[in-house]
């Protein structure tokens, strides 16, 4: 039986960082205590996006 749980994300990505990048984003999760999904999930909650439609055409 597999379980769900409603929580988590639909979708699933893999991202490839650069070493600075993948170094820089451990140590703020070391000082800040979270984890790297909930510090990742944040910055993309906060990109502007506009609902203009044309926009999505670029």
Partial sequence: MIMTNKKWAVKRITVN???QEAEKLEKYCQQTGRPATDVIRELIRSLPV???SKD???
């Fill in 17 to 19: 960082l650069a070493t």
């Fill in 56 to 58: 999505a055409s670029k």
């Fill in 50 to 52: 506009s609902d203009d």
